[in-house]
């Protein structure tokens, strides 16, 4: 499926970050782990894995996977951890629901709770990837609007220089961008299943390339920020409004 090619995609991506910085040793917050899925690749790729999940039902299936991982019941707004504990946090398809003042707070817990020279990776939503969900987004909106369709799901669309300037501007902190997923394979797995499949297979090599330039960053399937807390930070919080867009 679109959504498992997706998932498979990123997660490879994560995973290269993650081992070039830290190589398969150190302390990981998945935050908003939901049934423990990444945790359960974190640990097999040899590190320390703590998890955080608000919900009670997810939060239980993640620690009947991972019975060895301490699972803690907290938000994203307020992690229940010490200052300067983790060497990495990751965050999975989170950040996309939030408010604009639950973003900032959120990041604002993340850089609390790594370590000095420790790194984040967070996925978010491409605003212009070339898959049409940002245009079918706007689409459901106006259906709820005008003809009383049900409320659906708020979502944060961002851009990568977006991205980066906001952490400019609101922490002081250096965040890079990167991408995963040729997004148009998207809508050939949602229009015709084995079609889609087939040019996964054969657009595979082509996509890992894609993957590794800058300009297809705007247009990729999957955006992800590495956020780096300073090795000497005392304080990465900045009180100057910045709107998030």
Same mark, same amino acid.
């Given at each position: 499926?679109?959504?498992?090619?997706?998932?498979?995609? $990123?997660?490879?991506?994560?995973?290269?970050?993650?081992?070039?910085?830290?190589?398969?040793?150190?302390?990981?917050?998945?935050?908003?782990?939901? @049934?423990?899925?990444?945790?359960? +690749?974190?640990?097999? &790729?040899?590190? *320390?894995?703590?998890?955080?999940?608000?919900?009670? %039902?997810?939060?239980?299936?993640? /620690?009947?996977?991972?019975?060895? !991982?301490?699972?803690?019941?907290?938000?994203?707004?307020?992690?229940? #951890?010490?200052? &300067?504990?983790?060497?990495?946090? !990751?965050?999975?398809?989170?950040?996309?629901?939030?408010?604009?003042?639950?973003?900032? /707070? %959120?990041?604002?817990?993340?850089?609390?709770? $790594?370590?000095?020279?420790?790194?984040?990776?967070? @996925?978010?939503? *491409?605003?212009?990837?070339?898959?049409?969900?940002?245009?079918?987004?706007?689409?459901?909106?106006?259906?709820?609007?005008?003809?009383?369709?049900?409320?659906?799901?708020?979502?944060?669309?961002?851009?990568?220089?977006?991205?980066?300037?906001? #952490?400019?501007? *609101?922490?002081?902190? +250096?965040?890079? @961008?990167?991408?995963?997923?040729?997004?148009?394979?998207?809508?050939?797995?949602?229009?015709?299943?084995?079609?889609?499949?087939?040019?996964?297979?054969?657009?595979?090599? #082509?996509?890992?390339? $894609?993957? /590794? !330039?800058?300009?297809?960053?705007?247009?990729?399937?999957?955006?992800?920020?590495?956020?780096?807390?300073?090795?000497?930070?005392?304080?990465? @919080?900045?009180?100057?409004?910045?709107?998030?867009?």
């Amino acid at each position: 499926s679109a959504f498992a090619y997706g998932r498979k995609k $990123l997660y490879e991506k994560m995973n290269r970050i993650i081992d070039d910085r830290l190589d398969g040793k150190g302390d990981v917050l998945e935050a908003a782990c939901g @049934t423990g899925y990444y945790i359960k +690749v974190l640990r097999a &790729n040899g590190y *320390n894995v703590t998890g955080v999940e608000p919900a009670d %039902g997810m939060r239980e299936r993640a /620690q009947k996977k991972n019975p060895k !991982t301490e699972i803690k019941n907290g938000v994203i707004s307020a992690l229940p #951890f010490p200052d &300067n504990t983790f060497d990495a946090v !990751t965050s999975i398809e989170l950040f996309r629901y939030l408010e604009a003042a639950d973003i900032k /707070q %959120g990041y604002a817990e993340i850089l609390r709770v $790594l370590k000095p020279g420790g790194f984040a990776v967070v @996925t978010l939503v *491409n605003r212009y990837a070339l898959d049409g969900f940002l245009f079918s987004y706007y689409f459901k909106l106006m259906l709820e609007k005008y003809f009383g369709k049900p409320i659906i799901n708020y979502c944060d669309a961002v851009s990568p220089s977006e991205t980066e300037k906001y #952490f400019k501007d *609101n922490f002081n902190v +250096v965040a890079s @961008t990167e991408s995963a997923m040729f997004a148009p394979l998207r809508i050939i797995y949602k229009l015709y299943p084995k079609l889609g499949e087939w040019c996964a297979k054969r657009l595979e090599s #082509f996509d890992e390339k $894609l993957n /590794q !330039t800058d300009w297809h960053k705007k247009f990729a399937g999957h955006l992800i920020v590495v956020i780096e807390k300073k090795a000497d930070a005392k304080e990465n @919080t900045n009180t100057a409004p910045v709107r998030h867009i």
